[in-house]
């Protein structure tokens, strides 16, 4: 009952928000830009308001992509398990599934305290966007109550519905409760989108101009929609994998270490698979956001908020290590991976070369005292790899080598069946040489050119990256197509314990690195609640440092760790009782 | 539970280790951007130049585009491969037969290249996909520049002060401040939005925000006080009576390197007595 009723709560509060949005005097919206008046920002008990919405909002995010992530993995899996025939894979989306359960309520709970705390400490923003957004947020609360039944019959109808057509249909409620819950985020990225990129609206009176497509449908919301969606599967998976890593060393049987091996194993595949397509999704965002307003641009990626690529290639780097750390020591699993040795020191090699590319500072304009001892906006050597150019070389050639480290894991043991396999090898290696050398010229060649030129450049070598993965994929499945009988199998549980460890490193920093670019994106709005439409008035309309920032990043991921032990704690409690 | 322990430890030392590089990177705090405009009564024309300076260094952000380093615009403070300083340039420009504005002369040029940036689209420099029709560069008088017209026109001063030539731009007449002039939202609770509010940080190094040295110099540092009249204040009065005295009649006493008639003088009809003396009290350290 307690689940029900939380889950409840949020659109619940919603329509109370809308009733008081709708009853209350509409100000003077009509002549000019709409603004806060006098007692726009509250404060209660002395918190300071800014920072109370930044770390709840941030919680439920959290919550969210958690909800969002594990349901998406879970029916993966349970597709995969009606496919194979492989009973793991049912036992682990169930698994998922009930965990979800209780972060769904707190994902829910987290939601009604925003809602709370917006229409109490920010009224007039909240009332503004209640206005535009009054429809979009019925549809949303609607959603909501889909989204919760389908969720209860999903996981509550597990066992009743496990045969024949009833397990398909059983699978399409999966297929309802990701449906729903995806459109759910997609509308929440119409809010966030339009609080940087107002559209639909009257650009000097901020009133609504009729049509609510407009609104939702502005310049963000498209990049915004695939870039989360995509990090919330790789994020999905980096939560299960650290869960699967702690029972595994947690686990005393064999039997058990096997199953959370394999376990760990899955969703560490999952999340390079969302991690993958990542970087071009945010390279995406990135664009939309020049072409939008090349001001708000520049101050993402040159002006107050530069520094930030640079933690934010720490994280980065610290996840394709730790995933590719992971594969790596994955290899003994199998009989034969040993012969891989070299090839996994140098691309360890080149990994930490390419990252170290990217973790160089280029354009770094900021205070004049900082120019002064740096002897210009970039340093004399190192600006040169500095600049876009030479990094989107080093990410790209970095998800190639990750893309390798798969390939080689998935080969381990293996002999290729194909008749052709020799010719086939010749021509994946030719590709990957031809497709580095390609990523680097390019590269290179962005420093002859003037910037516009130079932005367009890293399609192409998006471009080869993609057509690589495609056809070494392509062509590596025909030469492993047909199954190889004397193939000895992985010996799941054979792993060290140092393995689990990137497992939790890749966790934490996904958590860590979301909380710090939700920060960005909704920092560079700067003095704007809603940009270029309502001003921040308030006391906190100025962007902190960075090192501010991130220890409230940190405190929210310690908090929502915290509570997903808690979570975890809670399932394994109502697991012994139940046994 | 030694597992959880260790598993714990090993993912906040990860946080820690996260944090710990944050904070050693410079740190930079944006200074608050949402002051208005000052008065320019009686405003020399070196320091209306001055702050035109710093509203093209900070508030104006035209560096972050018009810098050599990214050179996503011309520059224009030097003679360059885009011609010579812009000034100059500027005369050229309305002179030019394909130039399509309203500006008459060089000076309008500047003010239409603010307010209307695609009027004119420096070959080269045009919006990616437009076909050079339409300006990357926003109208700093909407949106996020928000500049006031005594702002457009200091930019102007401070543009034909570092060409060298002499200032002609003036801060507009009063009648245009008015509309201009500060908002009162109600009850001020802290010191920082005081400071943004009546654009003390325009001229002086901001006291709350540190790290700002370079933004602000038109009036003198008001970072250390009790310090720096830890003999006595001017005038043989009590710190906090000097504070008072220097923000309601600035020109009573000109602090020894700076100029008469730059600081407002009207703040004593604009403030409310409770900021008063919560600026008094911050600057005079007893607060």
């Known amino acids: 009952m307690f689940r029900i009723k939380t889950s409840g709560l949020y659109p619940t509060l919603l329509c109370v928000a809308l009733l008081i949005a709708f009853t209350t005097e509409g100000g003077a919206l009509a002549s000019s830009l709409p603004e806060t008046h006098e007692g726009a920002y509250r404060s209660i008990w002395g918190i300071n308001s800014r920072i109370a919405v930044w770390m709840i909002a941030q919680t439920h995010l959290f919550f969210a992509a958690f909800v969002l992530g594990v349901p998406i993995f879970s029916f993966c899996i349970e597709l995969v398990g009606i496919i194979t025939k492989d009973k793991r894979y049912d036992a682990m989306a169930r698994e998922f599934i009930r965990i979800s359960m209780t972060a769904f309520s707190f994902t829910a709970t987290f939601g009604g305290i925003l809602l709370i705390l917006l229409v109490t400490l920010y009224p007039d923003f909240t009332s503004y966007s209640l206005k535009i957004f009054g429809p979009v947020m019925i549809v949303y609360a609607f959603l909501f109550i889909v989204e919760s039944f389908a969720l209860y019959i999903y996981h509550y109808g597990w066992s009743a519905m496990s045969d024949g057509y009833l397990k398909w249909l059983h699978l399409f409620t999966g297929l309802l409760l990701n449906l729903t819950g995806t459109s759910i985020m997609v509308l929440a990225n119409s809010w966030a989108s339009f609080m940087m990129a107002p559209s639909g609206v009257d650009p000097e009176t901020g009133e609504f101009m009729g049509n609510l497509w407009a609104v939702i449908n502005g310049p963000l919301w498209n ?339 915290a509570m997903i032990v808690f979570i975890f704690w809670l399932d394994n409690m109502g697991k012994k009782r139940a046994s | 539970m030694k597992t959880l322990a260790q598993v714990m430890l090993f993912n906040i030392s990860i946080i820690f280790a996260f944090t710990w590089f944050s904070g050693s990177i410079p740190q930079i705090r944006s200074a608050p951007q949402n002051f208005r405009p000052i008065s320019g009564k009686g405003i020399s024309p070196e320091s209306y130049a001055a702050i035109g300076g710093s509203i093209y260094n900070g508030k104006g952000t035209c560096n972050l585009c018009h810098d050599r380093v990214g050179h996503r615009a011309p520059i224009l403070l030097s003679s360059s491969e885009d011609g010579p300083h812009i000034v100059l340039r500027a005369v050229d420009r309305v002179a030019e037969s394909g130039y399509k504005g309203s500006a008459k002369n060089g000076v309008e040029y500047l003010r239409e290249s603010m307010t209307d940036p695609s009027a004119y689209v420096v070959k080269g420099f045009g919006k990616v996909g437009s076909d050079e029709a339409k300006s990357p560069m926003p109208s700093v008088v909407y949106g996020p520049m928000n500049l006031s017209p005594f702002e457009i026109e200091a930019i102007i001063a401070f543009l034909q002060n570092s060409a060298g030539m002499t200032v002609t731009a003036k801060p507009p007449e009063r009648k245009d401040e008015t509309a201009v002039k500060p908002v009162d939202t109600g009850v001020v609770a802290d010191i920082d939005s005081i400071f943004r509010k009546y654009g003390c940080t325009l001229c002086h190094t901001d006291p709350v925000t540190e790290g700002n040295e370079d933004v602000a110099d038109t009036g003198p540092s008001l970072t250390a006080l009790p310090e720096k009249y830890i003999n006595g204040a001017p005038g043989g009065l009590s710190l906090q009576e000097y504070i008072r005295q220097s923000v309601i009649a600035p020109e009573t006493y000109i602090v020894k390197g700076y100029e008469k008639g730059v600081m407002p003088d009207d703040f004593a009809d604009r403030m409310r007595v409770s900021e008063l003396e919560m600026i008094v009290n911050k600057l005079g350290g007893t607060q």
């Not at chain 1, 064999?254 to 970087?279: C, F, Q, S």
């Not at chain 1, 070369?353 to 304009?365: D, G, K």
């Not at chain 1, 002897?375 to 390798?404: C, D, E, Q, R, W």
């Not at chain 1, 199954?483 to 000895?488: M, S």
């Open chain 1, 223 to 561: 990049p915004l929609n695939l870039h989360r969606f995509v990090a919330n599967i790789a994020y999905g998976g980096a939560i299960v994998g650290a869960y699967a890593g702690f029972k595994f060393l947690t686990a005393k049987t064999r039997e058990g270490k096997a199953h959370y091996d394999w376990m760990g194993h899955t969703a560490n595949l999952i999340a390079v698979i969302g991690l993958l397509p990542l970087p071009f999704a945010g390279y995406w965002l990135a664009k939309e956001i020049y072409a939008y307003s090349q001001q708000m641009g520049v101050t993402l990626m040159g002006g107050i908020f530069a520094w930030v690529f640079i933690i934010q290639a720490v994280l980065i780097g610290a996840i394709f290590l730790g995933v590719n750390y992971y594969i790596w020591v994955g290899l003994g699993r199998v009989s034969g991976g040993e012969k891989y040795r070299t090839a996994i020191k140098f691309m360890a090699l080149l990994l930490v070369a390419c990252f170290l590319v990217w973790f160089t500072p280029h354009t770094i304009v900021m205070t004049g005292a900082e120019q002064k001892t740096l002897g210009g906006a970039h340093h004399p050597i190192l600006g040169y790899f500095g600049v876009m150019s030479a990094k989107n070389s080093a990410v790209n050639i970095m998800i190639l080598t990750t893309f390798l480290s798969l390939l080689l894991y998935q080969r381990v043991g293996k002999r290729a069946t194909a008749s052709w396999a020799l010719q086939g090898n010749a021509v994946i290696t030719a590709l990957f040489v031809a497709g580095a050398i390609n990523v680097i010229a390019l590269g290179v060649y962005g420093y002859l050119v003037p910037a516009n030129v130079r932005i367009g450049l890293s399609v192409p070598q998006v471009a080869t990256t993609l057509l690589v993965i495609v056809m070494v994929s392509v062509i590596n499945y025909g030469m492993y197509k047909n199954p190889d009988k004397g193939r000895a199998g992985p010996e799941w549980g054979k792993m060290p314990v140092r393995s689990q460890y990137a497992l939790f490193l890749i966790a934490i920093s996904f958590t860590w690195l979301m909380g710090l670019m939700g920060y960005v994106r909704s920092g560079i709005r700067q003095q704007w609640h809603i940009y270029t439409i309502m001003k921040d008035n308030s006391a906190d309309s100025f962007t902190p440092t960075l090192g501010y920032a991130a220890k409230i990043v940190s405190l929210n991921t310690l908090l929502f760790m």
